[in-house]
């Protein structure tokens, strides 16, 4: 989970800095960076009493979009949630000054627990899945600023190869279907992650039980179906022979989830859920594009980002394929 650090950052300059803002952080520290995550470089700091803190902070460098990486977004989220019963770490500072590690950041609680990088959660009994996926339990306005960042990305070139990271295929056609108001999803706002997934869980080292919920950088007003399509389309990023994506969840599994989740909430997301399945995949090409336009500039946060990078069509040509099986079942249900 974690390893040594790949985006250096000043040591001395930070504990200066946590010296005056954070008192309970004893110096001098030490740094792990964590592995995973596509968007914003994350470190473990252990102080000299080996109290383990986290810090989340923006990508070095020129970024691509001001609606990315809105860590400080993230921060006053977080900070909000901790008067509910949303389980999410404590935050504990804010620092927007560029000049302590070159980038804003903030320091938040580390959860000692167990986050699952694998949706099949493997060396887990049936039964404790089946727990643990019970834990886990707005559309114009992304379209319009996946198009526009879309935009931006696709012009990005490759500081070595000089070519351009280039457009999602589809992406004329995706957009078209999905701004259509006569099929979207009945309005239901409300608060979401934006990017809700099993590896944004931290679960109890022993029990079925989620004690925080992390990276809220995506977090906005929108539709619930975002994040529950999110959730029960895991994939798996395939690069030995090709680069491709595949998806882990059987029809039938979606469904039994999507049931649990009705159970749960009192609202039945079925009759909209085929339509949210395309959407995440077409988001998935999207962020996919923004890996590939980080890795060009070689800003990657993630070692995997160049793997990552190149399954950016196959999830447009999911999605593609997800709204063409829309488009057929459509036209097979009955006029009245």
Request: hydrophobic share 35%; proline share 6%.
């Amino acid at each position: 989970m974690v390893e040594s650090v790949r985006q250096q950052i000043d040591v001395r300059s930070l504990e200066n800095y946590l010296t005056k803002k954070l008192d309970q952080l004893k110096t001098p520290i030490s740094l792990k960076q964590f592995n995973f995550g596509q968007s914003n470089p994350t470190y473990q700091i252990t102080s000299s009493d080996f109290s383990k803190y986290v810090l989340r902070k923006k990508p070095p460098g020129k970024l691509l979009s001001s609606t990315a990486h809105q860590i400080e977004r993230e921060y006053r989220i977080l900070r909000a949630l901790e008067k509910t019963n949303v389980p999410v770490p404590k935050v504990y500072c804010l620092c927007e000054d560029d000049s302590v590690i070159g980038t804003p950041f903030y320091i938040m609680e580390f959860l000692d627990g167990r986050i699952m990088e694998d949706p099949d959660m493997p060396g887990l009994l049936p039964n404790e899945k089946e727990e643990m996926s019970g834990m886990m339990l707005f559309y114009d306005r992304q379209i319009k600023t996946f198009n526009k960042v879309c935009q931006v990305q696709a012009e990005i070139k490759d500081i070595e190869s000089h070519e351009k990271v280039g457009p999602i295929p589809y992406m004329k056609e995706l957009l078209l279907y999905f701004s259509d108001e006569y099929i979207q999803p009945q309005d239901r706002s409300s608060l979401i992650h934006g990017d809700f997934k099993i590896d944004n869980l931290v679960f109890h080292k022993t029990e079925p039980k989620v004690i925080g919920i992390l990276d809220w950088e995506m977090a906005t007003i929108g539709h619930p179906l975002s994040d529950l399509s999110n959730l029960i389309t895991p994939i798996r990023v395939e690069t030995q022979s090709q680069a491709k994506i595949s998806e882990l969840f059987s029809i039938d599994t979606k469904k039994d989830l999507a049931r649990l989740y009705a159970n749960t909430v009192g609202w039945d997301p079925t009759p909209d859920l085929n339509w949210g399945l395309a959407f995440g995949l077409f988001k998935l090409a999207v962020i996919l594009q923004g890996i590939a336009s980080r890795y060009a500039l070689r800003q990657a946060s993630n070692a995997k980002a160049k793997e990552m990078a190149k399954c950016r069509h196959h999830a447009a040509q999911l999605a593609w394929n997800q709204v063409q099986i829309n488009i057929e079942n459509s036209r097979k249900k009955p006029k009245l």
